[in-house]
C-alpha cells in the first residue's frame, strides 16, 4: 500500500530556513543543496511505511491524526 505524504507549510517553512541558513550564512549552498536533497529523499520513503515514525504529539498534529 502506498501512502500520499504531504509536508505542511511549516516544514516546507523550516527546510527553506535550513537551506538558506547554510547557504547564505554559512556560505555552504553545495553542502546545504545536498542536506536538503537527502532530507526531501527521506521524507519520500515515508509513503511506503510511513508509521515507522512516531507521530507528533504536538498540536494541531495530535487532534488530526485521533480524528481518523
Known amino acids: 500500500m502506498s501512502y500520499n505524504v ?18 547564505f550564512t554559512l556560505l555552504e549552498p553545495v553542502i ?3 542536506l536538503r ?3 526531501v529523499s527521506k521524507l519520500n520513503t ?6 515507522r515514525y512516531p507521530i ?3 498540536e494541531p498534529w495530535k487532534a488530526e491524526n485521533s480524528a481518523g
Open 6 to 23: 504531504q509536508l505542511s507549510d511549516e516544514a516546507k517553512q523550516d527546510l527553506r530556513g535550513i537551506y538558506e541558513y547554510i547557504t
Open 32 to 34: 546545504a543543496l545536498n
Open 37 to 39: 536533497n537527502r532530507i
Open 46 to 51: 515515508l509513503d511506503e511505511m510511513p508509521e
Open 56 to 58: 507528533y504529539q504536538e
